[in-house]
């Protein structure tokens, strides 16, 4: 069992920058990938970053690439979203969630999410 609590997130003006933390209880979050995903009024949930569990390189969805960051701190077990030159598309509710699957960019094979944190981006 793996339960994760999400923070860092707020009301930001565009070109800004806001970092997510998602704190995980359990001895096995090592062993988890573990992706960031947002989901904005109106819109599915959609897939933002991810970062396995052996480490190597991260994912990130096209419209993230260059200004979003993932990293993972197995010994605070702890993930991270650095999120520079925001713009006001990125408003939503970021979610952090646990798997154990390759299909990183599918929401639906991750087994453990938190609750959500909203980040909002004016213009």
């Known amino acids: 069992q793996v339960q994760l609590v999400e923070s860092g997130g707020g009301l930001v003006q565009a070109g800004g920058s806001l970092r997510l933390s998602c704190a995980a209880s359990?001895?096995?979050?090592?062993?988890?990938?573990m992706g960031w995903f947002r989901q904005a009024p109106g819109k599915e949930r959609e897939f933002v970053a991810a970062i396995s569990w052996i480490g190597g390189s991260p994912y990130y969805t096209d419209s993230v690439k260059g200004r979003f960051t993932i990293s993972r701190d197995n010994a605070k077990n702890t993930v991270y979203l650095q999120m520079n030159s925001l713009k006001p598309e990125d408003t939503a509710v970021y979610y952090c969630g646990a798997g154990r699957t390759p299909a990183i960019r599918d929401s639906g094979r991750y087994d453990y999410w938190g609750q959500g944190t909203q980040v909002t981006v004016s213009s």
């Open positions: 359990g001895r096995t979050f090592s062993t988890y990938t």
